[in-house]
């Protein structure tokens, strides 16, 4: 659905209208292709003239959450968003981003480019939220930029998956800068392909990032992640993948490339079924098979 309150909504878009925009002084939010026009430093960090997105450049410390909705509301509909956010030195922010079909059967394609920046001693909170119909295409492609002392903190959450999904993700972290990512997907009927890279590239720069996926009914999850030590930081993956349903397959490809001495990346990864104590314990205390599957799927997802 969209946001409940969209007085509180900074960019509003539905299928390919803006609905609503609002700025201010300290933070400018704008259609990107108005911004690619207004300051030409954007130009070389949106690489090609945007069709339709947003662009937000927060210039001094707010005290609210940056709020963004884009829906789909009608059959068929194809978006092509490019996105740019771009947080100054040493303000901290947290941002709300909200991605979703409106109905289950509209058979929509959403695609979106974004780019994130933390200036120097930024830090960012972004919570991802997507849910999308049965016969929808997904392809979201972020890049986070992280500079010197920079802090990230990003959660992407999709409950209610699209028939396809690709989802690309890449994270530069420079000195000293940290990285916390989490990525929770419960497939459901649908094609799902990962891909995740997290490049160390500054001194004591650290990351971690935590997978859980779900296979449920018909579902194809795909999951490679990679971390890069250029420098002598520390990375982590942390991967489980959970299977509901034998008409289902987790594949999980952890990759870590190490070319510094002193650089340290680990990974622990793992693929299960939900154990029959657990569902008849739960069984035991009243729940029918289904409750208690969604039970122990709820709590996966939320480790």
Not at 11 to 20: D, F, G, S, V
Not at 130 to 146: A, N, Q
Not at 161 to 172: A, D, E, M, W
């Amino acid at each position: 659905m969209v946001m409940k309150n969209v007085k509180s909504v900074h960019y509003l878009q539905i299928n390919n209208k803006i609905e609503q925009i609002s700025g201010s002084d300290k933070v400018v939010i704008l259609p990107s292709r108005e911004a690619w026009q207004k300051f030409k430093w954007t130009q070389k960090l949106f690489e090609k003239k945007p069709k339709e997105g947003y662009f937000i450049w927060l210039k001094k410390q707010i005290d609210f959450p940056l709020i963004t909705c884009v829906s789909i509301a009608s059959p068929k509909v194809s978006q092509n968003l490019t996105n740019l956010l771009v947080i100054e030195k040493g303000i901290k922010a947290t941002a709300i981003a909200t991605c979703n079909a409106l109905k289950n059967n509209l058979c929509g394609k959403h695609k979106a480019k974004g780019k994130l920046i933390l200036k120097e001693g930024a830090s960012l909170e972004y919570n991802h939220f997507h849910k999308w119909g049965e016969k929808d295409s997904v392809s979201p492609d972020y890049e986070f930029i992280l500079e010197k002392n920079s802090r990230l903190i990003y959660r992407y959450e999709n409950l209610f998956p699209p028939q396809n999904l690709q989802l690309k993700t890449t994270i530069s972290g420079f000195q000293n800068s940290h990285s916390n990512l989490s990525f929770v997907l419960n497939g459901l009927n649908s094609k799902i392909d990962l891909k995740d890279t997290l490049s160390l590239l500054g001194k004591d720069s650290k990351g971690i990032i935590r997978l859980r996926l779900v296979g449920r009914r018909g579902s194809e999850i795909t999951a490679k992640t990679t971390i890069f030590a250029k420098a002598p930081g520390r990375g982590h993956l942390d991967c489980q993948g959970l299977l509901v349903s034998k008409d289902s397959m987790i594949t999980l490809i952890p990759e870590l490339i190490c070319k510094h001495p002193k650089a340290q990346i680990t990974h622990e990864a793992s693929i299960g079924k939900i154990a029959e104590e657990q569902l008849n314990y739960l069984r035991m205390r009243g729940l029918i098979e289904k409750e208690a599957i969604n039970l122990i799927v709820s709590g996966f997802l939320q480790t």
